[in-house]
């Protein structure tokens, strides 16, 4: 961190905030610049010593994830001229001389670490000549290699942990310095530079070093530190308690789903602040009496809560920790993490923010003491092994490089990159010559483009939020030019004239110019378009007789049948709005809807129906029976003429709030539909659709009129033969069908057949699994997928599917436009998860007889070009992928909170039917009976053969799987077994009749299971001593049971010293019992034992062989060895 | 953190087809709305324009209708 020339003008109050900013935040500043505080520190002497907190989190983190070079320091320069190797070795003997922190190991023998002195563990002087290389290419050489040497682990047993390397090039040296975290940190390295050079100038000149004896060692630092609590550490615990309440970590939008454990994966996206952004960030940091630092935080605060959506933003943050004078000029490590966490109020304009930013910085600093670790632990942050951290995004602004000069040698450093993370977000920044540095990220999670677009944003909106600091940060939420134009591209479907014509416009043309084309097809039933037509107009001529006015609802309550059709057509005509309810819904339900409606007139072919509504009390005033409707087409009555913006049909859905609302669409949507199906699939006369979809749903609408509009045939098929795979296909079959439309479910069922379709592909209304994707594509003459609410006229965005990739969303059809927003109707940054609004042709004209509703969904536009226009608010997330595919997050009600971690329960089903004996799956959340967890995340499992006692098979290996490609946190708690899925009237997935499970059914970790193998009894017994227990069943939670990560550590080094085996300390914390320890060490000491049977095959096998085979065999493994890459 | 919606003031805005809905009183209206008077909460809104929008039909269609009819 940086912070201001001290002292001048402030008042003493303010200067004590500075010191103590200063003590804390210096890791900035570099050496000699903190507050010369000093306390006694006693002279442990220079046996093993215990680790200090900073060295335990690193050799935690080791345990964790062994074998990991992303906690290299390093440090690379290149030096003007030729440096004297001798009198560099020298001076590196010397400066191991003076810090022996350098050759330092740490030994856990016995499962405690310590911090042991070994000769063993030397750094040396490696000199690499590239006076070959020519000179055009000699630093490039000189940096690659540089940066494969940084990225080689080092061993914190065996060390050294340090090392020094010189490329020597044809015209000059670079320099490098390479130091493992766990005895350095930044100001640690800046030390070594400084000692390193001084140490080396005299040596050179052949005298002694001018360097004051070094008051304390490192390991009296850390043993003091270790010998008890500091006593400020109860006050800083109760702040950070109280601070850090209710955390939620940033919900990143991460590109590639979180992996069950981390890796430290990296790669970094630069950024530039250039001179004249530079300068004002240090202008406006003046200005404000604050720090580039807290200016900089502040922005990325800016920059985090747009890209969440999440006001409550937490950053990590990392102190030096060198609060004491003689630490200053020690080599070691000291730092401590921090966590800065600031409420990001739109209505707050940035100097307002910074000036809260500067307050909660300055309150951190002043409780920067207690270990970050014990905070996480007290705190019980959400711990899991998917992240490296309970900070995903962590911000440090080094000083500029130490720009060493060695024995009048210039040096002048040259940035190596990184190649790894350890958050999910780590923005690395030097203030020297000018801001730059890099955002670094996961490359297991995010895309290299979102990282480079998260960047540009960051000095972008720095550069925004320093001209306008007084704007609310809510109109101003900053976003690129170039960020804004491409999301406007991506809104906008194809712009394409739409004709003022109605429905029945389309079907006349077809009508009068191909009269004898098969228009309606059904079993045993061939309408053509001039029988149809006729049917229809007396049907119509009824309706008008009837006294139909413009626009008002006819009821139509009949099966899959030409009826249907001619019903549908002759409502239009006689310019009534179609009103379809489904014959296979229940008669409450259809009663209920006919009431709410007020329909006056029903079309229906069931003479009873009548008196059975009545008694639901739905009496409509006349209703007209199949079997009356007639041919005769009256004479002369003239046909209304219909208002393109007149509505033509009406359908009722269930919201979320389970009352099912009317929604009103025009001629003029569903004719921007209709006509967007030429567009988008080619749809022509040749056209033959199987018409599947419930009549109340308005996909049916679109399947009759689909063909109708461009002269093709629409086949009924008929309700009952599509519960059957076989049937269904038959029926597609039977009639020719070249395209249906059908949901996931539906292709579910016809991929079942015997007989498979192979037709065109039409998907929608639910999730589109990949593995049925990858099917479509395979099969079928072309796939699409497709997307939209009622409410904006049948799909509002399609896609063709496209084999091996995610199922996007798709694109904007026709005259419709896509947004995603935050809650405040504002666009979202690309690649940040919004809710999506659809504007557009399509848009219905909203509830009927719910103004209210209407008014709360379809709000005012702020993007659109023309003045006034309206858009619908989904209540779906989505967010583009980085290739700019919409992606489908989750429904509102989708979007999930477990133990602080959002889940997506989409995800979390992908993973249960990726079980090879599960044929389908949900999840949902729901309360815990037995109240220990606010909320339980509960799989249903449909099996694809009834499954005999699943909770002893199933269950437990489907859990196993899960655990295999999921966090932690997104396993399941409980599973249930069903037989199948409970579905709403339009096949959808019914949530709300998912079962809530049974009190103490709890499959996972609450009751007491005794161990059941020795190795389960030994284990047992290692962790009962370890943690001073009377009981622990093997499937009880390490964590719960008072065990911290630390700890955690410990018993992995104790149970691989006692099994010899190797066990990943990661591994333990996806199931932190008895049970899965056991599991991991009988799988280590299984691979041993193969291991060793295969030696022992080798061994006898040898002593079999003839002695010139062996002799060959022997040369041959020899010459192998010699051509084996040396390590560098 | 807290949702504080209802400390928001929001207004009834309407547009030149007389298609109601509710904006933030301080923010700018999109192009063609207007606030048409009433201010309050967003339930107040709400439940005021469920009062005074009896005729879901944009203005324009509303009028061709009167005519033709």
Request: glycine share 8%; charged share 25%.
């Amino acid at each position: 961190m940086n912070v201001p020339d001290p002292g001048a003008g402030l008042s003493p109050a303010k200067a004590r905030l500075l010191q103590r900013w200063r003590s804390g935040a210096a890791d900035g500043d570099g050496p000699g610049a903190a507050a010369p505080t000093e306390r006694p520190i006693p002279s442990y002497g220079t046996g093993p010593a215990p680790l200090s907190p900073a060295q335990q989190r690193l050799w935690f983190l080791e345990q964790l994830r062994p074998g990991s070079a992303a906690f290299n320091l390093s440090h690379c320069a290149v030096l003007d001229g030729r440096v004297d190797t001798d009198a560099l070795a020298g001076a590196l003997d010397d400066l191991v001389g003076r810090h022996d922190i350098l050759r330092t190991v740490i030994d856990a023998t016995g499962g405690e670490p310590r911090q042991v002195l070994a000769d063993g563990a030397r750094p040396r002087l490696d000199v690499v000549d590239l006076t070959d290389v020519p000179a055009g290419d000699g630093l490039a050489t000189a940096t690659a290699r540089a940066t494969g040497v940084t990225d080689e682990p080092m061993n914190l047993g065996t060390g050294p942990l340090a090392r020094l390397v010189v490329y020597r090039l044809a015209d000059r040296d670079v320099l490098l310095v390479v130091v493992h975290h766990v005895i350095a940190d930044g100001w640690a390295l800046t030390v070594a530079l400084r000692d390193l050079a001084t140490l080396y100038a005299a040596r050179v000149a052949g005298q002694p070093a001018d360097l004051a004896p070094l008051p304390i060692r490192f390991a009296d630092m850390a043993a003091w530190q270790a010998g008890g609590d500091d006593p400020a550490y109860d006050t800083e615990r109760a702040y950070w308690r109280d601070r850090l309440a209710d955390l939620r970590p940033p919900e990143l939008p991460v590109d590639k789903p979180r992996a069950a454990e981390f890796t430290y994966a990296g790669d970094w996206a630069p950024v530039e602040f250039g001179t004249d952004l530079d300068a004002a960030v240090r202008r406006f940091a003046r200005e404000t009496n604050t720090t580039p630092y807290v200016v900089l935080l502040a922005a990325l605060n800016v920059v985090l809560a747009m890209t969440t959506g999440q006001r409550d933003v937490v950053v990590g943050g990392a102190v030096a920790g060198r609060e004491l004078a003689q630490t200053h000029d020690l080599i070691g490590n000291f730092t401590n993490t921090l966590a800065f966490r600031n409420d990001v109020d739109p209505r707050l304009g940035f100097r307002d923010l910074l000036a809260g930013v500067r307050e909660t910085t300055l309150a951190a600093l002043a409780h920067q003491k207690l270990p970050f670790d014990r905070v996480v632990e007290e705190l019980k942050l959400p711990r899991s092994a998917a992240h490296a951290g309970p900070l995903p995004v962590l911000f440090v602004l080094q000083p500029g490089a130490p720009a060493a000069d060695f024995a009048g040698l210039p040096a002048t450093p040259v940035q190596l990159g990184w190649r790894t993370a350890r958050a999910d977000l780590e923005l690395h920044l030097r203030d020297q010559p000018h801001l730059h540095g890099g955002l670094v990220f996961r490359s297991d999670l995010f895309d290299p483009r979102t990282a480079r677009r998260l960047a540009e944003r960051f000095v972008v909106a720095t550069r925004m939020l320093l001209m306008l600091p007084d704007e609310p940060l809510g109109r101003l939420w900053p976003l690129p030019d170039a960020e804004t134009r491409q999301l406007a591209e991506l809104a906008a479907g194809p712009q394409r004239d739409l004709p003022p014509v109605t429905v029945v416009d389309l079907v006349d043309r077809q009508i009068a110019g191909r009269p004898h084309a098969v228009a309606v097809t059904a079993p045993g039933v061939r309408l053509s378009y001039a029988e149809l037509d006729t049917r229809a107009r007396a049907l119509a001529g009824r309706l008008t007789r009837a006294g139909l006015r413009p626009e008002e609802p006819v009821a139509v309550l009949l099966p899959r049948s030409p009826e249907l059709v001619v019903a549908a057509l002759a409502v239009l005509r006689a310019g009534g709005c179609y009103l379809p309810l489904d014959p296979a819904h229940s008669e409450r339900r259809n009663a209920g809807t006919l009431q709410r409606s007020g329909a006056r007139l029903l079309l229906t072919a069931d003479k009873n129906l009548t008196g059975r509504l009545a008694e639901l009390g739905a009496a409509p005033e006349q209703v007209l029976l199949t079997d009356d409707w007639g041919t005769d087409v009256p004479d002369g009555a003239a046909a209304p003429v219909i208002d393109p913006d007149a509505l033509a049909y009406q359908i009722y859905t269930s919201g979320s709030t389970g009352t099912p609302k009317g929604v009103l669409v025009s001629h003029r949507s569903a004719v921007n539909y209709l006509l967007s199906l030429v567009e988008e699939h080619d749809f022509d006369s040749s056209v033959v659709l199987g018409a599947i979809a419930s009549p109340a749903f308005d996909a049916s609408v679109a399947e009759l009129f689909g063909p109708l509009s461009v002269g093709g045939t629409v086949h009924l098929v008929d309700g009952d033969d599509i519960a059957d795979g076989n049937r269904f296909a038959a029926a597609l079959t039977a009639g020719g069908a070249t395209v249906i439309s059908g949901t996931a479910t539906a292709w579910q069922l016809l991929r079942r057949a015997d007989q498979p379709v192979r037709i065109n592909a039409l998907v929608g209304g639910e999730r589109v699994g990949d593995d049925l994707a990858a099917y479509l594509v395979d099969t079928q003459l072309g796939a699409w997928t497709q997307y939209g609410p009622t409410e904006t006229t049948v799909w509002a965005t399609v896609t063709r599917l496209v084999a091996d990739e995610a199922v996007p969303l798709g694109h904007p059809i026709r005259n419709t436009r896509c947004y995603l927003v935050d809650d405040e109707l504002r666009p979202v940054p690309f690649g940040a998860v919004g809710e999506l609004c659809i504007a557009g042709a399509g848009l219905a004209r909203g509830y009927a007889g719910s103004p209210a509703l209407t008014a709360e969904r379809f709000v005012p536009d702020p993007f659109a070009e023309a003045p006034g226009e309206r858009m619908y608010r989904t209540g779906d997330f989505a967010r583009y992928r980085p290739d700019g595919a919409l992606q489908f997050v989750g429904r509102r009600d989708d979007q999930v909170k477990v133990r602080g971690y959002r889940i997506e329960l989409g995800e979390v089903t992908a993973a249960a039917e990726s079980h090879i004996m599960i044929a389908e799956a949900a999840v949902a959340v729901r309360p815990d009976p037995d109240g220990v967890e606010d909320q339980l995340l509960v799989a249903y499992l449909v099996p694809r053969e009834p499954a005999i006692d699943p909770e002893t098979h199933l269950i437990p290996d489907v859990r196993r799987k899960m655990r295999d490609v999921l966090p932690a946190y997104m396993v399941p708690d409980r599973f249930l077994v069903l037989d199948q899925l409970p579905r709403t009237g339009t096949g959808k997935l019914d949530v709300n009749a998912l079962p809530t499970p049974g009190g103490n059914t709890r499959s996972t970790e609450t009751a007491y299971v005794a161990p059941r193998t020795p190795l389960e009894a030994e284990i047992t017994e290692i962790v009962r001593d370890f943690l001073g227990l009377d009981t622990v069943g093997v499937h009880d939670d390490f964590f719960e049971l008072g065990g911290h990560s630390i700890r955690a550590a410990q018993l992995v080094v104790k149970l691989q010293e006692r099994y010899g085996v190797e066990l990943v300390m990661q591994k333990l914390f996806g199931s932190p019992t008895v049970e899965h320890l056991a599991n991991l060490v009988q799988a280590g000491l299984d691979r041993q034992r193969q291991l060793t049977d295969g030696h022992e095959g080798i061994r006898r096998l040898v002593g079999e062989l003839p002695d010139d085979k062996l002799d060959a065999l022997l040369a041959t493994l020899l010459a192998e060895r010699g051509q084996a890459p040396r390590a560098s | 953190m807290s949702n504080e919606t209802a400390e928001v003031t929001h207004a009834v805005v309407v547009n030149d087809e007389e298609q109601y809905s509710v904006w933030w009183a301080d923010r700018d209206l999109p192009a063609g709305w207007r606030k048409a008077g009433f201010e309050g909460t967003r339930a107040d809104c709400l439940a005021h324009i469920e009062q005074v929008w009896s005729d879901l039909r944009p203005r324009s269609l509303r009028e061709r209708m009167a005519t033709s009819a």
